[in-house]
């Protein structure tokens, strides 16, 4: 398979460069620009020129400092997440920083620039370099500093660069060859199940009469792994493999609770041969693209040692960002406090989210920044994702390591983990003082013979910046051999009685916590104490058992329960009543189906002074009952104020808006159900809610003669939810009426609905205030309840961070 090559147009802007130490000998590269139609962001391509008028594309420039690596035309394919090269300018805007990404995928910064993004640049380097003899333009100047540091760096010279910047030394010879077509590894895995994708790779492997080293590694390894087995696990249970750019791995999701200890033990062992070969890749220049070198068998065995070897390469880096901004500083409107629980939990989760261990990385954590102290904890990997065999050099020939010595490696492997977190809670914020590190089994009843007890690691912030940090600087790249990490930790072992406190008050629900809130939330929350924002009822409350005898009284006389039911109603809104009568201040009886729920109700509220008595279930249900046996019986007129009874005691549940909805659709009232549900998108959060909103809203926009609002509703329901068939079909019907065969743009959509008033949800304003409340439920220590607001966050964003974030506080 030949790499893509462009014709470039007569019009189309190029520069050749001339020849670069790093650089072969017969190939010559350059820039390209204007050639594949109008961007406003493209500065130039980076292009390797094949005869007079073709190029391959090897990477983009952009007008922000930054170069993708890249095979295709913008237009033709997506950039990667993270860029491969950035450069930043400093205040002065005549220097800057140069960085690029790392193995780990961090961007480290390499060197130095001098010179005006308007005029012309030079590399300001210790030692010449063919940047720092000539001064080029913009565009130029990134595209051969990428070519210089990112494509010959790591392929160009017949080397292999280390992927570590501590380590003493920076590359280690390889020879690399040439060859005949280019080969792509991972070609099929983004559209094949996983266990037919390696089935292809190693089809392919074994049908080509010449197999380079890097696919007789890649067939090694497969060969190590139970492959059969990974078959029976995709018929159990989905195998979904996902590729995570911030640290450019393989990621397998599944669900484990239905397999055994060897089908999960299969099924990570996997995941980890996909990660040593990616690395590999990594490390050779070619990434996920198609690469036309390659090692020697024997050669990718000594690159995959030293990925092993480099674990603790990143300490230096985590340790380089503690005076970094936060990112998530503010993800709202409201900052967090500098060094407090949300800065130091967020700051933990986005670097430890960042470390590229070679096995998968399973952990949680905690912190008490009143006590300055932190604790992770993270599962060891089994010994069937640990190397098996070998290239050995003294020999000549491979080896296989036994059982005990793959034990060995994981031991040896998991100290150096350990030290990496370490660094990374250090890093998280310059008060912690002390943390833990605490190694799990990976199964609970995991075989004696291959079960490594739980062992927790303590270290101090002294003995850390002190001693730890150039023993992590020592250690990298260093061999596993005589397991030098575990027998340095020895004298950290933490032989206290507790580790961490076992209760905590800041993660017990509202119902036990009797602590005042801060007057930063009080307004906010419409509550002057934790309690008041409980909403579960007591599981032996009478009127709730009273709800469900009157349920089973339904069956089988419904007219008793009609009365039964509107009997509990009546009582408990006495009882209601006397309570706001009795209280000292303005309240509002409301019920919240949920916490986030009860967390969003001062969005419907005016007034910061209220506060809110919570409708007791039984209330709220005896009521929602009463509605369903009025539609059972088809007597719309009485239905509906018992509809509005219901919407009025719970104004920020959507179950009370859909069901005002449904009866006035039912009574076509379909200019009030279009009303409701405006209201209703001010506080949809979940893609279910906002799914069946916008249907019940294009259905009544239809019936009112709007046929392209409705249109554009129809466009709005989020994909994957049950609604969607039918959703579906409704669209297509109307399209049909329309004479139209294409529906509009999303961004038509919405401009379309914001004209006539409707938020797209989750709007602005409930994302911040989910947001806002985070920041501060974190920061003050109620942990119950902001993990709610960080868990919305994470489905609303899509963050690995916060989900992180979010088991931390539960």
Same mark, same amino acid.
């Given at each position: 398979m030949q790499a893509a090559r462009y014709k470039l147009g007569l019009l189309a802007g190029k520069k050749r460069f001339t020849h670069m130490p790093e650089q072969l000998d017969d190939e010559t590269y350059g820039t390209i620009s204007g050639a594949f139609g109008k961007d406003a962001q493209e500065a130039c391509y980076v292009v390797r020129f094949v005869g007079r008028s073709q190029v391959e594309i090897l990477g983009y420039v952009n007008m922000s400092g930054e170069v993708y690596r890249t095979c295709a035309p913008v237009k033709d394919a997506a950039l990667p997440d993270v860029p491969d090269l950035v450069i930043r300018k400093s205040p002065d805007a005549e220097s800057g920083s140069i960085s690029v990404l790392d193995e780990h995928g961090r961007l480290r910064r390499i060197s130095h620039f001098k010179g005006a993004v308007e005029g012309t640049m030079r590399e300001n380097a210790d030692e010449p370099t063919w940047n720092s003899k000539r001064s080029l333009r913009y565009g130029d100047f990134l595209a051969s500093l990428y070519l210089r540091y990112c494509v010959f760096g790591a392929a160009g010279t017949g080397a292999i660069a280390s992927g570590s910047p501590n380590a003493e030394h920076e590359r280690f010879d390889i020879e690399m060859h040439a060859l005949d077509e280019p080969v792509e590894l991972f070609c099929g895995f983004a559209s094949a199940s996983l266990p037919d994708a390696i089935d292809a790779l190693l089809y392919r492997i074994e049908s080509n009469q010449n197999p380079c080293g890097l696919e007789l590694y890649a067939k090694r390894l497969m060969s190590e792994v139970d492959l059969p087995c990974l078959r029976t696990c995709s018929v159990k249970t989905t195998l979904t493999l996902a590729r995570i750019e911030r640290t450019r791995s393989f990621f397998v999701n599944f669900d484990r609770s239905g397999l055994s200890h060897h089908e999960v033990e299969t099924v990570l062992s996997v995941e980890t041969v996909l990660n040593r070969l990616s690395r590999m890749l990594d490390r050779m220049g070619a990434g996920m693209a198609p690469t036309s070198m390659s090692p020697s068998e024997e050669d990718c065995s000594r690159i995959d040692r030293r990925i092993f070897d480099e674990t603790t390469g990143q300490v230096v880096q985590l340790l380089e960002q503690l005076s970094e901004p936060n990112p998530w500083a503010m993800p709202g409107t409201i900052q967090c406090v500098p060094g407090g629980e949300w800065d130091v939990r967020t700051r933990f989760a986005r670097l430890a989210e960042g470390i590229n261990v070679i096995t998968r990385l399973d952990y949680r954590f905690d912190v008490d920044v009143s006590r300055g102290a932190m604790r992770v904890q993270f599962m060891q990997p089994p010994c069937a994702a640990m190397p098996r065999s070998f290239y050995d050099e003294l020999a000549g020939g491979w080896a296989k390591y036994d059982e005990g010595e793959i034990r060995a490696l994981r031991a040896e492997l998991l100290s150096r983990v350990v030290l990496t977190l370490a660094a990374a809670c250090f890093a998280a914020g310059l008060n912690i003082e002390r943390c833990l590190v605490q190694v799990d089994p990976l199964f609970d009843d995991e075989r004696p013979e291959e079960r490594l007890p739980i062992c927790i690691y303590e270290f101090t912030r002294s003995a850390y910046m002190a001693k730890w940090r150039e023993v992590a600087k020592r250690l990298d790249a260093g061999s596993f051999e005589g397991a030098p990490c575990l027998k340095a930790l020895e004298d950290s072992i933490y032989a206290g009685e507790e580790a961490w406190p076992a209760v905590d008050r800041r993660k017990v629900a509202p119902a036990n916590d009797m602590r005042v809130l801060p007057e930063s939330l009080r307004s906010l929350l419409l509550a002057d104490t934790a309690a008041e924002l409980e909403v579960m009822e007591d599981s032996e409350d009478p009127h709730v058992k009273r709800v469900v005898e009157l349920r089973e009284l339904v069956h089988t006389d419904p007219a008793a329960a009609a009365k039964g039911f509107a009997k509990l109603v009546d009582g408990l809104e006495a009882t209601c009543a006397l309570e706001e009568l009795a209280a000292t201040g303005p309240i509002e009886s409301q019920f919240c189906e949920n916490y986030l729920a009860r967390l969003l109700l001062p969005l419907t509220e005016d007034d910061g002074d209220i506060r809110v008595l919570r409708v007791p279930d039984a209330l709220y249900f005896a009521q929602y009952e009463l509605c369903n046996l009025y539609t059972q019986a088809g007597d719309l007129e009485a239905l509906l104020p018992q509809a509005r009874k219901l919407y009025d005691m719970a104004k920020s549940s959507m179950q009370a808006h859909f069901s005002l909805i449904n009866v006035l659709a039912q009574l076509e009232r379909f200019d009030e159900v279009v009303e409701v549900g405006k209201h209703a998108a001010r506080l949809a959060h979940d893609r279910a809610s906002i799914g069946y909103l916008f249907y019940r809203i294009a259905f009544a926009y239809w019936n009112l003669g709007d046929r392209q609002m409705a249109l554009a509703c129809y466009r709005l329901i989020p994909r994957g939810e049950e609604i969607e068939p039918a959703a579906q079909e409704e669209m297509?019907?109307?399209?049909?009426?329309? +004479?139209?065969?294409?529906?509009?743009?999303?961004?038509? /959509? $919405?401009?379309? @609905?914001?004209?006539?008033?409707?938020? =797209?949800?989750?709007? +602005?304003?409930?994302?911040?205030?989910?947001?806002?409340? /985070? $920041?501060?439920? @974190?920061?003050?220590?109620?942990?119950? =309840?902001?993990?709610?607001?960080?868990?919305?966050?994470?489905?609303?964003r899509g963050s690995d961070d916060l989900s992180v974030l979010s088991r931390s506080l539960q």
């Open positions: 297509r019907a109307l399209m049909a009426e329309m +004479e139209v065969s294409e529906p509009p743009s999303f961004e038509d /959509a $919405v401009a379309t @609905v914001e004209r006539a008033g409707i938020a =797209l949800p989750p709007t +602005e304003e409930v994302s911040n205030f989910i947001a806002d409340l /985070a $920041v501060l439920l @974190v920061d003050n220590g109620f942990f119950f =309840l902001g993990t709610r607001c960080v868990y919305q966050m994470w489905h609303a």
